[in-house]
């Protein structure tokens, strides 16, 4: 499984990129708003942190598949291993295959039902994301919807990798692991939680203890060594 961290705050990509487990960095426009005038400044001061090889994800604006296209094309220019994301609908799937075919990497994101996953590999796209928890928010089985999607994919040997976002539990992660699902995007908080257990500091704490303990009971002080002199 690949883990891209879900931020565009540079430092919030240091921190997980000192971990040696992170394969890119995924944005859409909410999150590069918070830090960010510009797509372009964005990815530029992204690039300057992560490898080249790493893919790094921007979304377009653009809702008709002419413009969608022309913004890809735009996003694709801004670093190498750019992946664009188009909002799952009827044009970002003429746009899928355009981009598709000019050899620029797309993810069908903000995806819902497994159809909509279809059609988007179907044309090509690389990746796509389905929103799993936000599945659970409108009422259906988000975990369900996305084994649904993978296991059409894999059914129809298409391609295309699953990029689960909007994970918010443990329970999910290994859910998804167990799956298969190829890839996951964390927000930074999340990818914290998920290395932190009040049981793991609780036993670390006694550990210590414990060794400290044997230590002064095993070493005597200076003037007990006097002494049995």
């Not at 994101?109 to 928010?137: E, G, M």
């Not at 290395?195 to 095993?218: C, G, Y």
Request: aromatic content about 6%; charged content about 25%.
């Amino acid at each position: 499984m690949k883990f891209y961290i879900d931020t565009s705050d540079v430092e919030e990509i240091k921190a997980a990129l000192d971990l040696g487990i992170i394969s890119g960095v995924t944005t859409n426009p909410s999150i590069i708003a918070r830090s960010w005038n510009s797509f372009e400044d964005a990815v530029s001061a992204i690039d300057a942190v992560v490898n080249e090889e790493m893919e790094v994800f921007a979304e377009v604006l653009s809702t008709s598949c002419e413009d969608m296209v022309k913004e890809g094309k735009k996003i694709a220019s801004l670093r190498k291993n750019m992946v664009v994301k188009l909002p799952m609908t009827m044009e970002a799937i003429k746009a899928i295959g355009i981009l598709s075919q000019c050899g620029i990497k797309t993810c069908a994101t903000i995806c819902f039902h497994p159809v909509q996953a279809l059609l988007a590999s179907v044309a090509k796209a690389n990746y796509v994301a389905p929103y799993l928890s936000r599945i659970d928010d409108i009422g259906y089985d988000g975990m369900k919807t996305v084994k649904e999607i993978h296991d059409i994919c894999r059914r129809y040997d298409l391609r295309t990798e699953i990029l689960c976002a909007s994970i918010r539990s443990p329970k999910q992660m290994i859910e998804l692991a167990k799956e298969g699902i190829e890839a996951v995007t964390l927000a930074p908080s999340f990818l914290r939680s998920l290395m932190t257990s009040p049981s793991t500091e609780q036993m670390i704490v006694k550990f210590q203890e414990d060794w400290e303990n044997a230590v002064r009971t095993a070493v005597p002080s200076v003037g007990e060594k006097n002494e049995q002199l």
